[in-house]
């Protein structure tokens, strides 16, 4: 069984800057397409960032552009999200998901994700 684990989050100041991380075990983590997911308190969840299981092709939400980088490695079988210039709206519980079928569009057609990880950002 896949298991992912989110590492990183907390509390930071507008302007800060965290860096997620997500550790995979239990599969093959070079075969699967990686995602962040964020849910803010009484908000849908949504899609933050994508990419292909080598890296090559990656997307952001538009809310994020310019501001948040993913990124993986392979040999550590880990995705990043960087988060630059964060905003009190980023403030979510951040949660990676893998796809053994490459990049999916909605939460719930990943095959894996983790518990989440709370990143708070302050006024």
């Known amino acids: 069984q896949v298991q992912l684990v989110e590492s990183g989050g907390g509390l930071v100041q507008a302007g800060g800057s965290l860096r997620l991380s997500c550790a995979a075990s239990?599969?093959?983590?070079?075969?699967?397409?990686m995602a962040w997911f964020r849910q803010a308190q009484g908000k849908e969840r949504e899609r933050v960032a994508t990419?292909?299981?080598?890296?090559?092709?990656?997307s952001l939400a538009a809310s994020v552009k310019g501001r948040f980088t993913i990124s993986r490695d392979n040999a550590k079988n880990t995705v990043y999200l960087q988060m630059n210039s964060l905003k009190p709206e980023d403030t979510a519980i951040y949660s990676c998901?893998?796809?053994?079928?490459?990049?999916?569009?909605?939460?719930?057609?990943?095959?894996?994700w983790g518990q989440g990880t709370q990143v708070t950002v302050s006024s």
């Open positions: 990419i292909s299981y080598s890296g090559g092709s990656t």
């Open positions: 239990g599969g093959t983590f070079s075969s699967y397409a």
């Open positions: 998901a893998a796809s053994t079928i490459g990049v999916r569009r909605d939460f719930h057609e990943y095959d894996y």
